[in-house]
Structures are given as structure tokens and as C-alpha cells.
Nanobody
Framework: ALQLVESGGGSVQAGGSRILSCVVS????????VGWFRQVSGKEREGVAS???????RYGTPVKGRFTVSEDATKNTLYLQMNDLKPEDTAMYYC???????????????WGQGTQVTVFS
């Protein structure tokens, strides 16, 4: 099956930056949506950023203006550049791909294992 492997998580001081990478084991289906999600223990998983089949990019409200998602198709890799990090950004970050419109559908998506990002003051 398709595999997604995230990397780049770790601890970072508030106001700092970090970039996450998601390497996919094969070329992503052109009909699929790709994106990043995050989850804190006890809370629902929330959308961070997505790229739809038309190349349109969307961001979750809390990260608008601070995070940037991009994709390098030649490397089968998805990136998430995170700037001006805040303690509330602390979460497990997951990449995903699958059918969908604006975001991959949870029930049909393939997920990475997650990478932890911790932002401290």
C-alpha cells in the first residue's frame, strides 16, 4: 500500500520556524487531494493545509499567514513551512492523501505516522 513518512518535528521556541516533510512512496494520484492535519490529545484532528486537484491551497484559520504548504512532485514530497510558531501549535502533525474536494476525506485517506511539534515559550 501507499506509504507516507513525515519528518521534521521537534521542539522549537515560540516565534521560531520549522519545516515538515512528508515523503510518499509513489507518485500521488492526480485525482487526490493532499494535506496536513494536526491533533492534540483529547481533541479532534483538524485541517492545517491542503492542496486540491486544481492546485488550490487552503489553510485552517489558526495558521493562515504563518504556514505555507507546497509539493514537489518530482520527489513525491509534501512540505509544511511553519513560521511564527505559537505554543498553541503544539500537536502531532500528520500528512494525508486521498479522494476529496477541498480536503482529503478522513475515511478514505492514507495517513502518515505523524510527527510531534512542540512549541515552548
Amino acid at each position: 500500500a501507499l506509504q507516507l513518512v513525515e519528518s521534521g518535528g521537534g521542539s522549537v521556541q515560540a516565534g521560531g520556524s520549522r519545516i515538515l516533510s512528508c515523503v510518499v512512496s509513489a507518485a500521488i494520484d492526480k485525482s487526490h487531494v493532499v494535506g496536513w492535519f494536526r491533533q492534540v490529545s483529547g481533541k479532534e484532528r483538524e485541517g492545517v493545509a491542503s492542496i486540491d486537484t486544481d492546485g488550490e491551497i487552503r489553510y485552517g484559520t489558526p495558521v493562515k499567514g504563518r504556514f505555507t504548504v507546497s509539493e514537489d512532485a518530482t520527489k513525491n514530497t509534501l512540505y509544511l513551512q511553519m513560521n511564527d510558531l505559537k505554543p498553541e501549535d503544539t500537536a502531532m502533525y500528520y500528512c494525508a492523501e486521498g479522494p476529496g474536494r477541498r480536503w482529503p476525506k478522513f475515511e478514505y485517506a492514507t495517513w502518515g505516522q505523524g510527527t510531534q511539534v512542540t512549541v515552548f515559550s
